[in-house]
């Protein structure tokens, strides 16, 4: 099982940024989706979340009405949209998937992509 995030770079404040997280080896349709992020010397914090047909998102108060989840089960893709982009959200970004379900909690999921960094200048 693999999960490839990707899209992220250097991006000024307000900006945009839309990262995918593309899956293999395993049923991808059949899993929930999480974005979580992580900061210098942060702990990995939950951003966003889809479940395994696309009818249900969740996102954290932080970044809700800025950022956008979707899924392409056909590309066996999940998309993060993020628009208005801050200083604060710069971060390493990872996509997490659950079999189980949509969830905020970081050790529920089951597996994990290897991150890519988001750095938004002021």
């Known amino acids: 099982v693999q999960l490839q995030a990707s899209g992220g770079g250097l991006v000024q404040a307000g900006g945009s940024l839309r990262l995918s997280c593309a899956a293999s080896?395993?049923?991808?349709?059949?899993?929930?989706v999480g974005w979580f992020r992580q900061a210098p010397g942060k702990g990995r914090e939950f951003k966003a979340a889809i479940s395994w047909n696309g009818d249900s998102t969740y996102y954290a108060d932080s970044v809700k009405g800025r950022f956008t989840i979707s899924r392409d089960n056909a590309k066996n893709t999940v998309y993060l949209q993020m628009n208005s982009l801050k200083p604060e959200d710069t971060a390493v970004y990872y996509c997490?998937?659950?079999?189980?379900?949509?969830?905020?909690?970081?050790?529920?999921?089951?597996?994990w992509g290897q991150g890519t960094l988001v750095t938004v200048s002021s």
């Open positions: 080896g395993l049923t991808f349709s059949r899993y929930a």
């Open positions: 997490a998937a659950r079999r189980s379900g949509m969830s905020t909690s970081a050790n529920v999921y089951d597996y």
